[in-house]
């Protein structure tokens, strides 16, 4: 998020101070930029990480869906 937000808030400063565009896009739309920005980082970067472990992937799917999860005496138990 902070790869496209820098990119976008650059671009903003930019035109703002030079009157420089790219392909005559105003500051107030250069937020499309910021979005290609971000999910190229977040697949690149998911792609050279590894995948988070089992026990990790079992506590997001616990948060996740709370319902599947059984409490006794303010406890919470996988079912």
């Known amino acids: 998020m902070i790869s496209g937000l820098a ?3 650059g671009y903003i400063l930019i035109s703002k101070a030079t009157g420089w565009t790219l392909f005559g896009i ?4 250069v937020g499309i930029f910021g979005v290609i920005v971000n999910a190229l980082v977040v ?3 998911s792609k050279a990480t590894s995948a988070p472990s089992q026990e990790i992937q079992d506590d997001v ?8 999860m059984t409490y ?3 406890e919470a ?3």
């Open 72 to 74: 006794k005496n303010g």
């Open 61 to 68: 799917t616990d948060l996740r869906y709370p319902e599947q």
């Open 43 to 45: 697949y690149f970067v």
């Open 77 to 79: 138990f996988s079912n």
């Open 7 to 9: 990119v976008t808030l």
């Open 26 to 29: 105003i500051n107030i739309g």
